[in-house]
T-cell receptor
Framework: GAGVSQSPSNKVTEKGKDVELRCDPI?????LYWYRQSLGQGLEFLIY????????KSGLPSDRFSAERTGGSVSTLTIQRTQQEDSAVYLC????????????FGPGTRLLVL | AQTVTQSQPEMSVQEAETVTLSCTYD???????LFWYKQPPSRQMILVIR??????QNATENRFSVNFQKAAKSFSLKISDSQLGDTAMYFC????????????FGSGTKLNVKP
């Protein structure tokens, strides 16, 4: 079956603009994660969705970052008033049921804020 | 807070040889899980191997094995018979014990397998 997909692959925006990044998880996976990978750094946890439960937003770096997951499937990560330090690769992952289930990652969206 | 440290930014190995990637972590807990993920140039992260802290036996997956030293908080990855397809970034990760949905990753080691 299809893996996790993300769009766009690359995004260039100007400082101060809003951006939306999309993630399509594997069908049937109830858990969805967003991570940020800055240049030369490991993955930084941003947010976690599990079914209909309230998301774990503890990794969001500021209130400019928000995410939604509609219908328990597709998720959108929104960054408002982008800053240059937001430039990074944003990775999405899904797993069958969260916890220690294997996470399957998408190819990421590379965001460049000019 | 849990921290994961990978002190080798980049390593090289000849095809068919063995290489070991290092990882140390810091936690005061006793029940947790450790992982090695591979990120090839395609950027798609792939789980390589995982280790449960309460298991003394080191995990193995084909050519990949770990050396888990709990007292030293060390979790190294050994790749035997290296192949060109092993060229990638390798990330060590930690989760647990109270929240298995939150993963902490190291900064990665870039492995180059040379023909």
């Amino acid at each position: 079956g299809a893996g996790v997909s993300q769009s766009p692959s690359n995004k260039v925006t100007e400082k101060g603009k809003d951006v939306e990044l999309r993630c399509d998880p594997i069908s049937g996976h109830t858990a969805l994660y967003w991570y940020r990978q800055s240049l030369g750094q490991g993955l930084e946890f941003l947010i976690y969705f599990q079914g209909n439960s309230a998301p774990d937003k503890s990794g969001l770096p500021s209130d400019r970052f928000s995410a939604e997951r509609t219908g328990g499937s597709v998720s959108t990560l929104t960054i408002q008033r982008t800053q240059q330090e937001d430039s990074a690769v944003y990775l999405c992952a899904s797993s069958l049921d969260g916890g220690l289930e294997t996470q399957y990652f998408g190819p990421g969206t590379r965001l460049l804020v000019l | 807070a849990q921290t994961v440290t990978q002190s080798q930014p980049e390593m090289s190995v000849q095809e068919a040889e063995t290489v070991t990637l290092s990882c140390t972590y810091d936690t005061s807990e006793s029940n947790y899980y450790l992982f090695w993920y591979k990120q090839p140039p395609s950027r798609q992260m792939i789980l390589v191997i995982r280790q449960e802290a309460y298991k003394q036996q080191n995990a193995t997956e084909n050519r990949f094995s770990v050396n888990f030293q709990k007292a030293a908080k060390s979790f190294s990855l050994k790749i035997s018979d290296s192949q060109l397809g092993d060229t990638a970034m390798y990330f060590c990760a930690f989760t647990g014990p109270y929240n298995f949905n939150k993963f902490y990753f190291g900064s990665g080691t870039k492995l180059n397998v040379k023909p």
